[in-house]
């Protein structure tokens, strides 16, 4: 992978991106992406933002390298930190968990005044964006799922505004539109998660009488139920 040739994961994060939008990539590792996004000309401006001093020096020498430092600004800081309301019109969050992307989102949410749209690749825990989404004034435009080297990834983009119906428990859960597309990655994700939670369940039942692992069984049954009846 290089600014020239993204990753099968981060080509989906940058078809996201529409021609002419000024973004910020946080958590931006070698820079790839806004320098991709740059030369393909689908950027006119881009933040590369990273908290740790590695990936910032990494990202610094990247941008030097391909000489497009006068288009992208590499800065070290904590999430959405590094910029300014109204700097930016996309803010990308690509290779974090669900539950630190959301709270990323949260910790920031006066930077996100001029931006109009999100896209968001969490490895784990997609159903924590999705509630932050909601909660927060922002609809799904669409998402992605795909396989990449043995692992599943999904894409988020979305756009101020809600969606025209509230999205039920199983929308949360598994992605409004990956509901419709249930493709073979889809199926393949969601019946590995419930041999895991098979498993989980069964040591569960090791432990009875105590409250909250009856409380966490729950739960689990009530996800395990939404799977089953999507997987139909």
Same mark, same amino acid.
């Given at each position: 992978?290089?600014?020239?040739?993204?990753?099968?994961?981060?080509?989906?994060?940058?078809?996201?991106?529409?021609?002419?939008?000024?973004?910020? +990539?946080?958590?931006?590792?070698?820079?790839?992406?806004?320098?991709?996004?740059?030369?393909?000309?689908?950027?006119?401006?881009?933040?590369?933002?990273?908290?740790?001093?590695?990936?910032?020096?990494?990202?610094?020498?990247?941008?030097?390298?391909?000489?497009?430092?006068?288009?992208?600004?590499?800065?070290?800081? +904590?999430?959405?930190?590094?910029?300014?309301?109204?700097?930016?019109?996309?803010?990308?969050?690509?290779?974090?968990?669900? /539950?630190?992307?959301?709270?990323?989102? +949260?910790?920031?949410?006066?930077?996100?005044?001029?931006?109009?749209?999100?896209?968001?690749?969490?490895?784990?825990?997609?159903?924590?964006?999705?509630?932050?989404?909601?909660?927060?004034?922002?609809?799904?435009?669409?998402?992605?799922?795909?396989?990449?080297?043995?692992?599943?990834?999904?894409?988020?983009?979305?756009?101020?505004?809600?969606?025209?119906?509230?999205?039920? /428990?199983?929308?949360?859960?598994?992605?409004?539109?990956?509901?419709?597309?249930?493709?073979?990655?889809?199926?393949?994700?969601?019946?590995?998660?419930?041999?895991?939670?098979?498993?989980?369940?069964?040591?569960?039942?090791?432990?009875?009488?105590? /409250?909250?692992?009856?409380?966490?069984?729950?739960?689990?049954?009530?996800?395990?139920?939404?799977?089953?009846?999507?997987?139909?």
């Amino acid at each position: 992978m290089n600014e020239n040739q993204l990753s099968k994961r981060l080509h989906y994060v940058a078809s996201y991106i529409k021609k002419g939008m000024k973004i910020a +990539d946080i958590g931006s590792d070698h820079a790839y992406l806004p320098c991709y996004a740059i030369k393909q000309g689908t950027a006119s401006f881009a933040v590369a933002g990273e908290i740790a001093e590695g990936p910032f020096r990494s990202a610094k020498e990247q941008v030097e390298k391909v000489q497009l430092g006068h288009l992208i600004d590499v800065r070290k800081g +904590d999430g959405l930190e590094v910029v300014e309301p109204k700097e930016v019109d996309c803010i990308v969050i690509a290779g974090m968990g669900g /539950p630190l992307i959301a709270q990323i989102l +949260d910790s920031g949410k006066e930077k996100l005044d001029g931006v109009s749209r999100l896209v968001l690749q969490p490895n784990i825990g997609a159903e924590h964006i999705r509630h932050w989404l909601l909660e927060n004034g922002w609809k799904l435009i669409d998402e992605q799922i795909l396989e990449e080297d043995g692992k599943i990834y999904e894409v988020l983009a979305a756009e101020r505004g809600f969606p025209s119906k509230p999205y039920n /428990p199983g929308e949360l859960l598994l992605g409004p539109f990956l509901l419709k597309k249930k493709n073979e990655v889809f199926e393949k994700k969601w019946l590995s998660e419930l041999k895991v939670w098979q498993n989980i369940l069964n040591s569960m039942d090791k432990s009875k009488g105590r /409250p909250e692992t009856e409380k966490k069984k729950q739960e689990l049954l009530k996800k395990m139920a939404i799977v089953k009846e999507a997987l139909k």
